[in-house]
């Protein structure tokens, strides 16, 4: 299997403009987390999905901040309009299960720089 | 609020020693624990996980303990090699956050040198 699959692995950009992060979780999985990595903060849980739906989306810092999952393969996080604040690198998870015992597999991340 | 403590940041010996990592949580009621390594410009690797029910977990030359009661985790790594070099995080599955929440340490980077 290629893993969770993240792309651009990496983002500049100007502060105002928007930008969509995509994932494609390992085949077969059904659970999907976005999170955040920062030197300030570390890792932070920004929203997970369970058979495609959103379950819990209180890490989503802002209104600013969105994400869709309109399949089982693939998943979108769109920052509008960015923030230098923003910068971090933004990893995707996935998991087999909504269970609480399953190890989840991350993706390589994107960094995004906001000017 | 769970919070997860990683003691030291930062970690250097050189090859062949054995070495500890540990890992501290304020609240005991998780789920369980996992312990991931994060190499620089990577994602994270899932390398061990603990259930809130096991007192430790084995793969090669790595060991992680648990002891729920007292919100501790060590991850021990046997002969060290430089490739072992790399961040290890660990992180607990919080059950008063919410089931799905891993609340994640800061790291300790560690370097093995040759």
């Known amino acids: 299997d290629a893993g969770v699959i993240q792309s651009p692995r990496h983002e500049v950009t100007e502060m105002g403009q928007e930008v969509t992060l995509r994932c494609k979780p390992i085949s077969g999985h059904n659970s999907l987390f976005w999170y955040r990595q920062t030197m300030m903060r570390g890792l932070e849980l920004l929203i997970y999905f369970n058979n495609n739906v959103p379950i819990d989306d209180s890490g989503m810092p802002e209104d600013r901040f969105s994400a869709k999952m309109p399949n089982a393969s693939f998943s979108t996080l769109k920052i509008q309009p960015s923030e230098p604040r923003d910068s971090a690198v933004y990893f995707c998870?996935?998991?087999?299960?909504?269970?609480?015992?399953?190890?989840?597999?991350f993706g390589s991340g994107t960094q995004l720089s906001v000017l | 609020k769970q919070e997860v403590t990683q003691i030291p940041a930062a970690l250097s010996v050189p090859e062949g020693e054995n070495l500890v990592l540990n890992c501290s949580f304020t609240?005991?009621?998780?789920?369980?624990l996992q312990w991931f390594r994060q190499d620089p410009g990577k994602g994270l690797t899932s390398l061990l996980l603990?259930?809130?029910?096991?007192r430790e977990q084995t793969s090669g030359r790595l060991n992680a303990s648990l002891d729920k009661s007292s919100g501790r985790s060590t991850l021990y790594i046997a002969a060290s090699q430089p490739g072992d070099s790399a961040t290890y995080l660990c992180?607990?599955?919080?059950?008063?956050?919410?089931?799905?929440?891993?609340?994640f340490g800061q790291g300790t980077r560690l370097t093995i040198n040759p």
């Open positions: 609240d005991s009621a998780i789920y369980n």
């Open positions: 998870a996935s998991s087999l299960r909504d269970g609480y015992n399953e190890k989840l597999f």
């Open positions: 603990i259930q809130s029910s096991q």
């Open positions: 992180a607990v599955r919080d059950v008063i956050q919410g089931a799905q929440k891993l609340v």
